[in-house]
């Protein structure tokens, strides 16, 4: 090259310039090698001579950076040239000079003519040029490292061409495109994203270029191995001043890995939520000052929400708690905050209706790792069911030591209102007492709590007598059952209302204090609240008032109370269940501190079989459990026996269901399990208690039935079977088939049914058929067993032969039968005189009226008016004569028993009617003071009548041997105090010698010379066959009174 051209051409480059020989390597002045030309784009000779040959300017783009490179032709361009680099915006000038052979320069002087030379400037300037590459090259080297540790990729796209002008390396790995390959076009990148976020994003693109503002986007892409990525891509738009877009340029970020983190916390926080909801009971969690953190949704559905409603839990505290455990819990509470001890407490809660229950509340902190309180978490239990059988056990177990050491029921009644209210959380109390002689209640003792004053209530309680079905206790004595009355204010039918109100009492309940069917008295309770209880509750009141009325009536007879043979169980902490994961292959990943009594950790890692004991003695329910998880199904309440973590056995029941991601794969199980030792050595001692039972029924000696709560029979005994000779099956249906007599069935049915109903003891006789088809008469006797609540859980039957003992009994009534008719006819025989007396009596006055009757008829004219009156007396003389003739026959004839209702005042003077001839004879004057309105006997007339001849002749006879004094015969009847008939025969004879008051009703003990001594004894026995009582007492001033009580006759007669 000419000196004048090359100045020239140094002229035109203004800035840097170097030379590259034709070999394209480098000139040392760069110290540009083939390894380090890349960045710098220097081109190959060839490259150049063709952009030589076409006969102008030519251009590059390079795909690893925004580098162009502009040639100028120059004629005779063959091995090398001589080039200004330029920075304007990213794109390097590149003029071309000399041809290639000329000379290096070297300090200003043509070393050859292989290469030009460069002045002591331009070569300054040369070295400022690759300094300033060096630095750009680094930069490049760091964005790249830069790019590919955060994993962003960029882009720059030619706003004009739509043609990508650069991808860096990141976003060929990110996109999955092969640099190889060149740039990508756009359609290739667009196929590339996910089809469902293809058109979301499109629309974010074409918003944000017609806003002209930069966009953020997320969305995913599909690679062609169907792998699927999360990019999160910037994009910044570049317009020219026209407004034209000129450039877009991008970055994706590949936040793939933080998408699936993000979704795998989202599924651990679900799992943690599940369990937190799983867990049946309440769960909470506050700050270490007492804000709410979180709650599970039985809570919420427990309080109704309230418990989020505030921000303190002192304030939860205060609407939650019972008024009277507010102070020791928020004790408690401050206590555990400022200490950070654990807290445990049992309490009552309300529960979003208003009813109060009790939990058992234990919270532990949680620690960070400098040991500070981070927050607390807490469980409720429900206790309250314990809670309450707790209270009653104790209520029944203080008023059985009550019982026990009181002497009477005016020192047991206020221990008894004591421990009734304070245990089961009544505030007033009362016990009122039967007052027989004025038929009312009075109110004897009354309680109420301390904290509490209702002198006003008590006054006028004590003052109150209820009359049957007059007030609570009124109702109760009526009804002989308990009842409940929710609000007192409300109820018509509560004379003490309006004191009630003003001493704040509503909700009452009361019970009876029986014996048998006998009402002796009435316990009521009320309460401020408004509380109703439960039936269970009620029924165990009434069987304290049967007790109660029980020690009342042995009082008076036992000379102790024994004691109850019931033994208390102390209730155990509430154990709660532990819960646990397992992963794929069966195996413990997450188990609660408590599983297996402590050191669940040593579990993690083992199938819930390593530790089994019971692998190889029951081998078919772990078969069972193994096809069940191994089809990835769920199982419930599987009891096994294995190892706790003090290496005693254990048995645990667990119950589980399989866990599948979003994609259906099986992940494991997660589940409960719990403690349940006692429950299965308790069901071993209850089959062991069953074998034992089945041995002492069957060496009882009759035949021993065993029947469920509703009558159905469950087993026999072995003597049982070998008197039917039938299966138990067949005796089930002993209602139906002809095990029971048919003409005892109905009777047995229906007693049956009755004390199905009732639960009260039964007994009945009937025939039952044995295995020879012989009918044999047997005594059956129920008896019902309850459990601690007085639930009936059970009935025994024991049936006895008495086939030979009811045919003898059968033989000795019908002798007594026979001995009665022959005392009937004894005494038709000694009132035979007087009997014909009246007999022929009426049949004169016949005969007399007859003939009077006649002479009527035969005057002229006949008079007809007489005549028929004195035939009309004729009939009257005539039935009379009938009806004694009658009533001497049915005393006569010999007829079974018939019991019927009738009235026994007209017994009573027919019976007078009878026996009138021998009181007129005998000059005793009789008398009958017969009280009105009283009732029907249900009996056998003839015999009942039979007593009141036997002791009216009795009275007669003793009377005919007084000479002084009066002879007086009273007949008397009134109601007695059972509301039956009392008959009183008083005489005014000699009486009996009180030395033999006690033989008078012996068989053949008398003290007439004729006598045979039967008469007493045959009467005595036909009042206690009819239910009722004989006796004899000494009359005043002298005498014999002969009284006998006959029942009620009841209303289903």
Avoid at 26 to 41: C, F, G, L, M
Avoid at 324 to 343: I, R, S, Y
Avoid at 546 to 568: D, H, M, P, Y
Avoid at 655 to 683: H, M, W
Wanted: with cysteine; hydrophobic share 35%.
């Amino acid at each position: 090259m000419r000196p004048a051209r090359w100045d020239s051409h140094l002229k035109r480059a203004g800035g840097q310039s170097f030379y590259l020989s034709g070999a394209n390597d480098a000139t040392r002045s760069t110290s540009y090698t083939h390894s380090n030309q890349k960045p710098v784009a220097a081109f190959r000779a060839d490259r150049h001579r063709a952009l030589a040959q076409k006969g102008g300017a030519g251009s590059f783009r390079s795909a690893e950076g925004p580098w162009t490179h502009r040639c100028a032709h120059s004629s005779g361009l063959e091995s090398g040239f001589i080039a200004k680099l330029s920075m304007n915006g990213g794109r390097m000038s590149l003029p071309f000079s000399e041809p290639a052979s000329a000379a290096p320069i070297k300090g200003g002087v043509r070393q050859s003519n292989s290469a030009k030379l460069l002045s002591a400037d331009e070569t300054i300037e040369v070295d400022e040029a690759k300094k300033a590459e060096d630095r750009l090259r680094r930069i490049e080297i760091w964005l790249a490292q830069a790019q590919r540790l955060s994993r962003t990729g960029t882009w720059v796209l030619d706003g004009t061409t739509r043609r990508f002008l650069y991808w860096s390396d990141e976003s060929y790995r990110i996109w999955g495109f092969d640099p190889l390959q060149g740039l990508p076009s756009r359609d290739d990148m667009w196929e590339r994203i996910h089809p469902d976020d293809g058109e979301r994003v499109w629309g974010e693109v074409q918003e944000a270029l017609r806003e002209k503002r930069d966009f953020r986007s997320e969305f995913r892409i599909l690679l062609p191995d169907e792998t699927v990525k999360y990019l999160e891509a910037n994009t910044h738009h570049e317009f020219s001043p026209l407004g034209a877009l000129f450039e877009v340029i991008c970055t994706n970020v590949d936040v793939t890995e933080r998408k699936y983190a993000e979704q795998a916390l989202r599924e651990s926080e679900r799992k943690h939520r599940q369990l937190i909801e799983s867990v049946p009971c309440h769960f909470w969690s506050v700050t270490p000052n007492g804000e709410p953190i979180c709650v599970n949704q039985r809570l919420r559905d427990y309080f109704g929400n309230r418990f989020e409603d505030r921000k303190r839990d002192m304030e939860v505290l205060q609407g939650v708690l019972h008024p009277d455990d507010v102070a020791e819990t928020e004790k408690a509470l401050n206590h555990a905050f400022q200490t950070g001890e654990p807290f445990q407490r049992e309490h009552r809660l309300r529960r979003a209706d208003g009813e109060y229950r009790w939990h058992r509340v234990r919270a532990e902190p949680q620690r960070d790792p400098d040991g500070q309180i981070v927050q607390w978490f807490g469980l409720s239990v429900d206790i309250d069911e314990r809670k309450r059988s707790e209270e009653r056990l104790c209520v029944q177990h203080t008023i059985a030591q009550i019982l026990a050491e009181a002497a009477a029921i005016e020192e047991a009644a206020p221990r008894i209102l004591r421990a009734i209210g304070e245990y089961l959380g009544w505030d007033v109390g009362a016990l009122w007492r039967v007052d027989r002689q004025a038929g009312a209640l009075r109110c004897i003792e009354l309680w109420h709590k301390a904290s509490i004053e209702v002198p006003e209530f008590e006054r006028v309680s004590r003052e109150f007598t209820f009359v049957p079905g007059l007030g609570l206790p009124g109702r109760v004595w009526s009804s002989l059952e308990p009842e409940y009355v929710p609000d007192v204010v409300s109820d018509e039918n509560f004379p003490r209302v309006m004191t009630a109100e003003r001493e704040g009492l509503h909700a009452a309940f009361g019970f009876p204090i029986l014996l048998g069917s006998e009402v002796l008295g009435v316990i009521e309770c009320f309460s401020r609240e408004i509380r109703q209880p439960d039936q269970e509750l009620l029924n165990m009141l009434a069987t304290i008032g049967s007790q109660i009325g029980q020690f009342i009536e042995r009082k008076r007879a036992e000379q102790a109370l024994r004691e109850s043979e019931a033994k208390f169980r102390d209730f155990a902490e509430t154990a709660s269940d532990w819960f646990c994961e397992m992963g794929p292959d069966y195996k413990f990943t997450l188990l609660s501190e408590n599983a297996f009594g402590s050191g669940a950790a040593d579990r993690i890692g083992t199938a819930c079989w390593d530790h089994a004991l019971d692998l190889e003695t029951e081998p078919d329910k772990w078969r069972l459990l193994h096809e069940t998880v191994f089809s990835r199904k769920p199982f419930r309440d599987f009891v096994y026996c294995g190892l706790s973590s003090d290496g005693s056995p254990m048995y645990v029941r667990a119950s589980g269901k399989p866990l599948f991601d979003a994609n259906g794969e099986f992940q494991g199980y997660r589940g409960t399990c719990a403690d349940v030792t006692e429950i299965v050595r308790a069901q071993e001692a209850l089959r062991e208690n069953e074998r034992s039972l089945r041995s002492a029924i069957d060496g009882i000696a009759g035949l021993v039935v065993v029947l469920a709560p509703n009558g159905e029979l469950e087993t026999v005994n072995r003597q049982c079977l070998e008197y039917f000779g039938r299966s138990l099956e067949w005796l089930k249906n002993w209602g139906t088939n002809d095990a029971v007599h048919p003409e005892d069935l109905p009777r047995v049915v229906e007693i049956f049914s009755r004390a199905m109903t009732s639960g009260l003891p039964y007994h009945v006789d009937s025939r039952l058929r044995g295995i020879d088809g012989e009918y044999r008469w047997f005594e059956a006797r129920g008896v019902p067993v309850g459990d601690d609540s007085g639930r009936i859980v059970r009935w025994y039957v024991l049936l006895t032969d008495v086939d030979d003992r009811t045919r003898a009994l059968a033989r000795l009534d019908q002798m007594q039968s026979d001995l009665a008719h022959l005392n009937r006819l004894s005494m038709m025989g000694e009132m035979a005189a007087s009997l014909s007396h009246e007999i022929l009596h009426p049949i004169a006055t016949a005969r007399n009226n007859a003939r009077a009757g006649m002479r009527f008829l035969e005057m002229d004219p006949p008079n007809l008016d007489e005549a028929r009156e004195a035939l009309g007396c004729v009939v009257r003389d005539a039935d009379r004569a009938k009806d004694i003739v009658g009533r001497i026959r049915s005393q006569i004839k010999r007829a079974p028993p018939q019991k019927e209702r009738f009235d026994f005042h007209e017994a009573i003077n027919e019976v007078i009617v009878m026996v009138q001839s021998a009181i007129t004879k005998s000059g005793i004057s009789c008398s009958t003071r017969l009280m009105d309105g009283l009732v029907p006997v249900q009996g056998d007339r003839v015999q009942l009548q039979q007593v009141l001849v036997n002791l009216i002749l009795n009275a007669v006879e003793a009377m005919s041997s007084i000479e002084d004094g009066t002879r007086e015969l009273s007949i008397r009847t009134e109601q007695s105090q059972t509301g039956g008939i009392l008959v009183a025969v008083h005489d005014s004879g000699p009486g009996v010698d009180p030395v033999n008051l006690k033989r008078v009703f012996e068989p053949f003990y008398t003290t007439k010379i004729s006598g045979i001594g039967m008469g007493l004894s045959i009467c005595q026995t036909i009042i206690n066959g009819h239910g009722g009582r004989l006796w004899m007492s000494a009359n005043e001033p002298r005498g014999a009174v002969f009284q006998f009580i006959l029942p009620a006759v009841e209303e289903s007669s």
